[in-house]
């Protein structure tokens, strides 16, 4: 993992006190099928001046002007993503100097190149003089950037090289040092995932992801000891309804959502395919698999990866055993890397009492989402989720494969990726469908007084297996999304 470090600003303080919480503090945690409490009389969210009122992770409960208010959304936007650790990319983006992708922190355009030593850089983009974009596209190679403005152009490290009759107009006294694009504070490259941070005192990132969080991401999330990963060609964005934190706090473990009543239809049709005995290539869910599936967190105060990781522990080889089944009808290839990386999982668990396959879901706080579908044949799904507003995002994925794979493997993840988690997929349109009505529902202010209720397996939180890094617990569970909500509430809080 390297570090670079920038000349970014601090954060503005919007000066927002802390308040009471709507229950008393002292009092027990309220059953998970108790009615809700009544907020304080008065209660409003609109001057974000009773943060404790607005969650109270602690009782599972969360105001729905949280995923509503605009002051809420202002707020955050300086203390969350002006702060956080935010992922920008992968260095499989940028291979040679010059190349380049654009992407998002929070809603700063920003861009991600190689300079001419090598060294990746995040930029923001915009010009120093006017504030124009001076990079248009997604991506390219180019050797700068020039504003289509009034014709400033910049070197690939961000510096000022020149401007039109610069000394004619100017008389030599720009002093272009001074006036380069603005850097962010850090980057960090941690086994191929670009992190950034406009924030100079950010904690470092080993501990923005402790040493629990870091070990699913590299082994289960990431395949180091496998090999890594490698980025397939191309990428999908689609907007969609809803407030930024209702779609992460979907991926975040929300197994509910699945089997209850969203994708339902998506699981029936599977069910009916099978018993036919017609095998389609589309994503498949374990569903009623023999090895049990426990939610895990891990990471300080909830916010690491793969915090609300769906982990799936098979030790009678469920779920190994359907991929062996698969890869026999692909060939010989993939039969012996499914069986090497099966072998090379049992060393990584040695000693352990449960030995993890893969995982479901999971996201790394606050907005970086990972989908492993329970299977190495299906490739990782990485989706960025961007605010655009109160009530809207922007949703941008990629798709990534163990980079010793087979190829025959790999194309079969490239296929399925269209088919499952995506705009126009047979799953993502379901939880669309959901964000819409919840953001028309929740419009007016009158829905606002009743909290939402976060309380599933309140109290039960560590009832799972030990021994592994992390904690894991049942499954389906909330406590991912408590989690989430409480480290969301600390950084509001903070000045």
């Given amino acids: 993992?390297?570090?670079?470090?920038?000349?970014?600003?601090?954060?503005?303080?919007?000066?927002?006190?802390?308040?009471?919480?709507?229950?008393?503090?002292?009092?027990?945690p309220a059953a998970s099928g108790s009615a809700p409490p009544r907020p304080r009389a008065g209660t409003s969210a609109r001057t974000v001046d009773a943060l404790r009122e607005i969650v109270d992770w602690e009782h599972g409960l969360v105001a729905p002007a949280i995923h509503f208010d605009e002051e809420v959304y202002r707020v955050e936007a300086e203390r969350v993503f002006d702060r956080a650790w935010l992922v920008v990319g992968h260095e499989d983006m940028v291979r040679k100097p010059g190349d380049y992708i654009t992407n998002y922190m929070g809603e700063v355009p920003v861009i991600v190149v190689r300079d001419a030593q090598g060294e990746i850089r995040v930029l923001v983009n915009k010009c120093s003089h006017r504030g124009n974009q001076v990079c248009l596209f997604d991506r390219g190679n180019v050797k700068g950037f020039t504003c289509s403005y009034h014709g400033w152009s910049f070197g690939l490290d961000g510096a000022l090289t020149g401007a039109p009759m610069e000394q004619m107009l100017y008389r030599g006294e720009l002093d272009k040092a001074a006036w380069g694009l603005e850097p962010v504070a850090q980057v960090?490259?941690?086994?191929?995932?670009?992190f950034a941070t406009f924030d100079r005192s950010a904690p470092a990132f080993e501990s923005w992801l402790d040493a629990d969080a870091r070990w699913w991401?590299?082994?289960?999330?990431?395949?180091?000891?496998?090999?890594?990963?490698?980025?397939?060609?191309?990428?999908?964005?689609?907007?969609?309804?809803?407030?930024?934190?209702?779609?992460c706090e979907n991926f975040i473990g929300d197994d509910y959502h699945v089997y209850s009543a969203t994708h339902v239809s998506w699981l029936a049709m599977i069910q009916d395919f099978m018993e036919q005995g017609v095998r389609i290539p589309i994503i498949t869910y374990p569903g009623t698999t023999d090895g049990p599936m426990y939610e895990g967190s891990a990471g300080g105060n909830g916010r690491g990866a793969p915090m609300g990781m769906g982990m799936v522990v098979a030790d009678n080889d469920s779920l190994f055993k359907r991929d062996l089944a698969e890869a026999q009808e692909l060939g010989p290839e993939a039969v012996d890397w499914v069986e090497y990386r099966r072998e090379k999982l049992l060393e990584l668990a040695q000693g352990r009492p449960v030995k993890p396959y893969s995982f479901m879901n999971g996201l790394v706080y606050p907005n970086m989402a990972l989908m492993g579908f329970f299977s190495p044949m299906l490739g990782r799904h990485f989706q960025m989720f961007h605010p655009r507003g109160p009530v809207e995002h922007e949703c941008w994925q990629w798709t990534m494969v163990e980079r010793d794979a087979?190829?025959?493997?790999?194309?079969?993840?490239?296929?399925?990726?269209?088919?499952?988690?995506?705009?126009?997929?047979v799953i993502a349109p379901d939880d669309v469908e959901n964000f819409e009505r919840m953001v028309e529902a929740g419009k007016p202010a009158r829905s606002w007084r009743r909290p939402f209720h976060y309380g599933l397996q309140l109290g039960h939180e560590d009832e799972g297996p030990k021994g592994l890094p992390g904690n894991l617990g049942p499954n389906p569970s909330e406590v991912n999304q408590r989690q989430f909500y409480r480290f969301w509430l600390e950084m509001m809080e903070r000045s």
Avoid: I
């Fill in 1 to 28: 993992m390297s570090t670079v470090e920038g000349t970014g600003t601090d954060t503005p303080d919007a000066g927002l006190p802390t308040a009471t919480r709507w229950q008393d503090p002292g009092a027990q």
């Fill in 188 to 194: 960090v490259n941690f086994h191929g995932l670009l």
């Fill in 217 to 247: 991401l590299e082994n289960f999330v990431l395949s180091t000891p496998l090999g890594g990963l490698e980025m397939l060609p191309g990428w999908h964005r689609y907007r969609s309804p809803g407030n930024w934190k209702l779609v």
């Fill in 406 to 425: 087979p190829q025959v493997v790999k194309d079969l993840a490239v296929q399925r990726v269209y088919q499952g988690q995506h705009g126009a997929g």
